[in-house]
């Protein structure tokens, strides 16, 4: 098996097949559709050399610098709060890629971290439903706006689960804790209390997301705040992994401590 890993593909029907296939396909619906539950693993080893790409649809244009987003003031216009959402679904899609991505990279890691893995990409592709929804709503299609890649151009920096736990799960899904609940008083003070349910309900089950990666970085090693910050891959800072105010709470509830929270919220940076 070994001796031709190179050349064949993961066998059909199994868990490294279907992640591979939602991570290559260039088909919108494929993308939407979240992987099939309970598929056993082969055992199938991607080559150490082969990069994965995400496949994008014909109708999502990838940009090298997105437009800046839109001003908290700005919110105040569906077509912004539209533009956001645009964006959010595709952080989401991300996510849901990227999971696959490490249930691929890390085939060494218990079965349980990469079924886990899966299971968090089905959340993120029910995620991406909604926003989808939503979207279908104020009269935008996915692709309307351009997208780029960023978590795809730094996560694949990470080179163990354990920095891929640090990285996804702890630093960008625990930074989405703090985000989505700003981003739902927003939406709320303008009006648009179905964007802020949206942003309370993917908050609520982002918290689980967080709390599998603690789990697992605790699992796959020691340490505290700087331990994590260290695991990260250059160039990335947890300055990027915080929004303002941190939402303690939530973070508490994926069962990070408060010595990791006050270290977190008083980071400044390097020296
Ligand atoms: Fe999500
Ligand atoms: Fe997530």
């Excluded at 077509?79 to 989401?92: K, S, V």
């Excluded at 003070?189 to 349910?197: K, Y």
Aim: proline share 8%; glycine share 8%; charged share 30%.
């Amino acid at each position: 098996m070994a001796s031709d890993a190179d050349t064949t593909g993961p066998p059909e029907g199994s868990a490294e097949a279907a992640a591979l296939r939602y991570l290559t396909t260039r088909d919108l619906e494929e993308k939407q559709t979240p992987l099939p539950r309970d598929l056993p693993w082969s055992g199938w080893r991607l080559p150490v050399a082969t990069k994965l790409a995400p496949g994008r649809p014909a109708g999502l244009e990838v940009v090298a610098k997105a437009p800046k987003g839109p001003s908290a003031g700005a919110l105040r216009r569906p077509e912004a709060r539209a533009q956001l959402i645009h964006t959010f679904w595709h952080h989401e899609l991300q996510a849901a890629e990227l999971f696959c991505w490490a249930a691929l990279r890390f085939p060494d890691t218990p079965e349980e971290f990469r079924r886990g893995l899966l299971a968090l990409c089905r959340d993120e592709i029910r995620h991406m439903g909604l926003y989808r929804d939503y979207l279908a709503d104020h009269g935008v299609a996915i692709g309307d706006h351009p997208v780029r890649d960023w978590f795809w151009e730094r996560i694949p920096r990470c080179t163990t689960p354990r920095a891929f736990v640090a990285t996804l799960g702890i630093g960008f899904e625990g930074g989405n804790l703090d985000h989505t609940r700003r981003f739902a008083e927003i939406f709320r003070a303008h009006g648009d209390e179905r964007g802020a349910e949206l942003q309370d309900k993917v908050g609520r089950e982002e918290v689980a997301h967080v709390r599998f990666a603690w789990r697992w970085f605790h699992t796959f090693g020691d340490g505290g705040f700087d331990a994590w910050a260290e695991a990260l891959p250059d160039p990335l800072s947890p300055l990027l992994m915080r929004g303002r105010p941190l939402h303690r709470a939530a973070r508490r509830r994926a069962g990070i401590d408060e010595v990791f929270l006050d270290a977190l919220e008083t980071y400044v940076g390097q020296p």
